[in-house]
């Protein structure tokens, strides 16, 4: 994983080619060459996903005048120039606080299974619905986390939600056939 701060406006560096601006950071994944333990006789085909859990001090999240929860939303753009084929941007919005969103995550639907990010060795990213975390994630998932590190026993009185992200689709050969993802 590399975290990079921005400090400047602009595009990234390599595909897909986010835009961002100097109050931004910028995280890219890579699983490469990781070792799975198969079950004996069975075909090994591996498919990834991240859950991403997200909080929020409940009493801002119960102040938020226009929208409680976190939210997906779909931008869509004719700009092929920086990610030729690639035309949708995934926000997840934080809850709105009076009229301004507190912060976001965004990604293009897209991931990537050879060592150099070029088109012809891109792969799709589905994002799923969110769903309420308080109570539905199992406390060892939540107790052996960055959260829990950060705000320890404080997590049961925030406002928690997951969604998942999962790299692939359907005749794409699985993690197996070329063992490298980058997002």
């Known amino acids: 994983m590399q975290v990079k701060v921005r400090d ?3 595009y990234s560096e390599i595909l897909p080619y986010m835009l961002h601006n100097s ?4 995280i890219d994944i ?3 060459n990781l070792q ?3 079950p004996r006789n ?3 085909c591996t498919r990834f996903a991240l859950n991403f859990v997200l909080t929020q001090e409940e009493s801002e999240a119960g102040n938020s005048t226009i929208n ?3 939210r997906l939303e779909t931008v869509k753009s004719l700009d092929d120039e920086h990610t030729p084929g690639v035309f949708n941007t995934i926000r997840l919005r934080t809850p709105l606080l009076g009229s301004f969103d507190q912060s976001f995550l965004q990604w293009k639907p897209v991931s990537y299974f050879g060592k150099v990010r070029d088109i012809s060795n891109s792969i799709d990213v589905a994002s799923y619905d969110i769903q309420d975390a308080n109570g539905t994630i199992q406390d060892s998932t939540l107790s052996n986390s960055v959260l829990w590190a950060y ?3 404080r997590l ?3 406002f928690l939600q997951h969604t998942n992200i999962s790299f692939g689709s359907e005749k794409d050969g699985w993690y197996n056939k070329t063992p490298h993802i980058s997002w």
């Open 8 to 10: 400047s406006d602009g």
């Open 36 to 38: 799975m333990n198969y």
């Open 23 to 26: 109050n931004m950071s910028q």
């Open 42 to 44: 069975n075909s090994p």
């Open 68 to 70: 409680p929860k976190m």
């Open 30 to 32: 890579w699983l490469s």
């Open 156 to 158: 049961d009185s925030m």
């Open 151 to 153: 705000y320890g026993d």
